[in-house]
């Protein structure tokens, strides 16, 4: 399939045309149809790709998924599938070996209906994507693929690295805003939102959680941070968030170059939603379609996709109803947003 073609495939899923596109992106009539003969700039790439609010990858062909998010489900589904439905990983054991973690995981944080839902699955002969993803995030230590799609993913698994051989460009596309955990009868009928998923919806602890736990630390929540218009961090000494370093994204890291902050606002929506906590590693410079936290205007603080041209910093919301914010000086990066936190305190 040729850029062209790929463009086109995009164009009609949100029922557009080529001119159409190249009207709303401020191209000339024709420009896109030339990108066969003559490659266009990564800017003008990049332009088509926020059009779509897909990766400039996905566009160029060189991932086959649209987004961080749907390349991340997309693979621990398949992934998971094939832990618990392989026969070759049944005959060495890893399925068992998946179950138990599982089960001990959710016994050890969770209250009952988070144990029934891992012994519910067990007994069941079908899972549904959601709750594939959902065990893994019980289950897991990591879950690794090479950024080339040319290569297996490596699941850690109690000290276990099981190698999955996935066809990345032909497992199922995963999009989970667009589904629903609703199974008759059970305490997890929720909307699960894509892509900020707690690792068990509707699961509080069920006993107070021992942080001297092998593998549970504090995080700092050191305010609250606007997914809106920007707004000063409101700090927040002595309050802290217990994460599981093995499912945190943590493990193996400094604990210091850790912390949680509180969203408010709705500028992010559906990938982060108002009253979220998210887990932000410190880091002075994020890559282009990063998710990052920044203070502009020396005291203001806002969260926003990062972008940049010309000397020109570019805060985009995901929510297409606010506007981008463009900086040409007194922005900075604090951090890179890694993940939504669930919090319970009520």
């Avoid at 990049?46 to 998924?65: E, I």
């Avoid at 001990?104 to 007994?123: C, G, H, P, S």
Wanted: with cysteine; glycine share 6%; aromatic share 10%.
């Amino acid at each position: 399939m040729t850029l062209v073609e790929r463009i086109q495939g995009l164009c009609g899923s949100v029922n557009t045309t080529l001119i159409g596109l190249e009207r709303e992106i401020g191209l000339g009539r024709g420009t896109i149809r030339n990108w066969d003969k003559s490659a266009p700039s990564i800017d003008k790439i990049q332009k088509v790709a926020d059009y779509f609010g897909v990766s400039t990858d996905y566009v160029l062909g060189k991932s086959p998924f649209k987004s961080a998010s749907e390349t991340k489900y997309s693979i621990v589904v398949a992934a998971m599938k094939m832990i618990l439905t392989n026969e070759s990983f049944k005959i060495l054991g890893y399925d068992e070996l998946l179950w138990n973690t599982a089960t001990d995981i959710a016994e050890l944080l969770y209250e009952d209906n988070a144990q029934q839902f891992v012994k519910t699955l067990r007994m069941r002969k079908e899972i549904t994507d959601i709750e594939y993803y959902q065990l893994s995030k019980l289950a897991t230590q990591t879950i690794n693929w090479p950024d080339n799609f040319n290569g297996p993913t490596i699941i850690s698994l109690q000290g276990e690295k099981i190698e999955c051989q996935i066809d990345y460009w032909s497992i199922p596309k995963i999009h989970f805003f667009k589904y629903y955990f609703d199974e008759p009868g059970s305490e997890f009928n929720t909307v699960v939102k894509e892509p900020s998923m707690s690792y068990m919806e509707g699961c509080s602890a069920s006993k107070p959680i021992e942080l001297e736990s092998e593998y549970l630390r504090r995080i700092p929540l050191v305010g609250r941070v606007a997914a809106g218009n920007p707004i000063l961090a409101i700090e927040n000494p002595g309050e802290y968030i217990v994460v599981d370093i093995r499912i945190n994204n943590v493990n193996g890291n400094e604990l210091s170059e850790y912390f949680a902050l509180e969203i408010t606002g709705q500028s992010m929506e559906p990938t982060i939603h108002d009253g979220e906590i998210v887990l932000v590693k410190r880091q002075p410079v994020i890559e282009p379609g990063e998710i990052g936290v920044f203070r502009c205007n020396h005291d203001e603080a806002t969260i926003k996709r990062f972008a940049h041209e010309g000397g020109k910093v570019y805060l985009i919301p995901d929510n297409k109803q606010f506007p981008v914010q463009e900086y040409t000086q007194d922005c900075v990066c604090i951090g890179r947003v890694l993940e939504s936190i669930r919090r319970n305190l009520k």
